[in-house]
């Protein structure tokens, strides 16, 4: 489709209808995604990719306004909430089924947890030499609340064969040439995370419907891993008797090199490993940087750190570029796989200027690197300390 | 005179805060592209399919930037770009290459202390 066609004949008919205003739709003024807060930071408009300010995400849950929204592809317009339907099939699925939303939500059980979601190119502007996409400042992260059900009693209520290794969703969004043979994105988790007690098929954020540029009506949610593990607008599951072979599954998308590489090396295909549990982070989220702030009184900030499936155990910041760290307080997580809170108090020692670095330490004794760590050709997972400007005066 | 460029400096400042400095180029007001010869090409080719943005806000160089426009063709509808190409890819490799930058830049400007004169 539009192989030999020229530019001029089909621009119209690539632009999204509803979302955006056409008059928008190439433009660099700024415009507002539906239900979402002014402030977020809109990378791209097609597709809808937007991050979210560190002083706005400062919110022990995510509000639903202040949530990122990363997508690949076009989200579905006109969702008809009656009539949604998830087919569970697959090589590896003992009995398909095909449930409606009121199915699922009446025969198994809810289960309300707190997670994060935070995309795998998080952090990516850092990279030198660059890494082409999205250009993610570190605002692609969330902890919002999630209502569903468990994945694991959906599978098994249709069973799992002994030889499934990997599940795979499959969603309503249109791929970007609105071309109907490919999925804008297809990704999924191995078995033991699938069956995961937090692995959820959600209907529910903060006790709402799900925004619709995060999922509405239905999406998976595994906190902890890249994002793009929890498939929005998800209308099937796959149980894989393989490694889920679908769109954005395949060596680069959301893989590393499986050794360390020295920066702008080329990497290939076969050599790139699929990113699961995310690293050890935190930020700061409040004050905003550039405050100024008087000698005489402490300094309070505060914010979030989390790390994929273990847990943050120590919480550190430093005044004098990570010269010295003085430990501070982190709460325990509320449920597994949800973000944690650290709470700092700090006395300058003389007038001018300074950064405030955070570092967060995890359960195996893994921290953050000051600077970006390890180079990867698709910039993800860095996880580099945050810091915010203070002017004291 | 002096109030459009303030304008452009401040939308560069809102879709790009954490990318690259605010560069004195004048900048197309609909897609943000730098208007030099070829901008026109891309914007109508490349923002066919996607926000111009994706382009403005990536560094690459030529080979790079030509590698991205051959996987498109392979993998996204992306139509010959014939004669156009050459013309498309000197633009790209000028006004959207690689900057130096180091392993840790400095803060960007908006999330800095106002400075007081």
């Given at each position: ?25 190439e ?28 002083h ?21 317009e ?10 569970i ?26 997670l ?100 509405h ?13 929890s498939g ?15 769109a ?72 004098d ?5 003085q ?67 | ?117």
């Amino acid at each position: 489709m539009g192989a030999v066609l020229g530019a001029e004949v089909v621009f119209g008919r690539f632009m999204p209808g509803g979302l955006i205003p056409a008059a928008f739709a190439e433009t660099t003024e700024k415009f507002r995604i539906a239900g979402k807060h002014a402030g977020l930071i809109i990378l791209n408009d097609r597709p809808v990719n937007a991050e979210v300010p560190a002083h706005l995400l400062n919110d022990l849950v995510t509000p639903a306004d202040k949530l990122f929204v990363r997508n690949n592809g076009l989200p579905p317009e006109n969702v008809d909430v009656n009539n949604w339907t998830l087919t569970i099939g697959g090589e590896s699925v003992k009995t398909s089924k095909t449930y409606t939303l009121a199915e699922l939500k009446k025969k198994f059980t809810h289960h309300t947890y707190q997670l994060t979601l935070e995309c795998g190119g998080n952090g990516r502007v850092e990279f030198d030499p660059p890494a082409k996409g999205n250009q993610w400042g570190l605002g692609a992260v969330g902890c919002a609340k999630w209502t569903g059900v468990r994945l694991r009693d959906v599978l098994k209520d249709c069973g799992i064969k002994d030889d499934a290794v990997y599940i795979g969703y499959h969603a309503a969004d249109e791929h970007l040439t609105r071309n109907p043979d490919k999925e804008a994105i297809s990704r999924g988790v191995p078995m033991h995370k699938a069956l995961e007690d937090e692995s959820l098929i959600a209907w529910s954020l903060n006790d709402e419907e799900i925004p619709a540029m995060n999922g509405h009506p239905l999406r998976l949610v595994f906190g902890g891993w890249p994002a793009s593990t929890s498939g929005k607008w998800l209308t099937g599951i796959s149980i894989r008797n393989i490694v889920h072979d679908g769109a954005k599954m395949s060596a680069p998308a959301y893989r590393i090199p499986c050794e360390p590489v020295a920066p702008g090396t080329k990497v290939a295909a076969e050599d790139m490993c699929i990113i699961e549990s995310m690293p050890i982070k935190s930020m700061v989220t409040f004050p905003k940087s550039g405050v100024k702030h008087a000698l005489k009184d402490e300094f309070s900030a505060n914010g979030h750190a989390w790390v994929g499936d273990k847990t943050v155990e120590k919480m550190h910041v430093s005044i004098d570029f990570g010269q010295t760290w003085q430990e501070v307080k982190i709460s325990k997580p509320v449920n597994r796989n949800a973000w944690q809170h650290w709470q700092a108090k700090v006395k300058f020692p003389q007038a001018g200027y300074y950064e405030l670095w955070a570092k967060a330490t995890d359960s195996d004794g893994v921290s953050q690197p000051m600077i970006l760590p390890g180079w990867n050709p698709k910039g993800y997972l860095n996880n580099a300390c945050h810091r915010i400007a203070i002017q004291v005066v | 005179m002096i109030t459009f460029k303030k304008s452009i400096l401040l939308l560069s400042l809102i879709v790009l805060p954490c990318s690259y400095a605010i560069s004195e180029d004048k900048l197309d007001k609909d897609s943000g592209f730098v208007v030099d010869t070829g901008f026109e090409l891309v914007k109508a080719n490349c923002t066919a399919c996607h926000s111009a943005a994706l382009v403005t806000q990536n560094r690459m160089n030529r080979e790079t930037w030509l590698e991205t426009i051959r996987w498109m063709q392979k993998s996204q509808g992306l139509w010959p770009l014939g004669e156009s190409e050459k013309v498309i890819l000197d633009y790209l490799a000028k006004h959207y290459s690689p900057t130096k930058t180091g392993r840790r830049k400095n803060l960007p400007a908006h999330l800095m202390p106002a400075v007081e004169k």
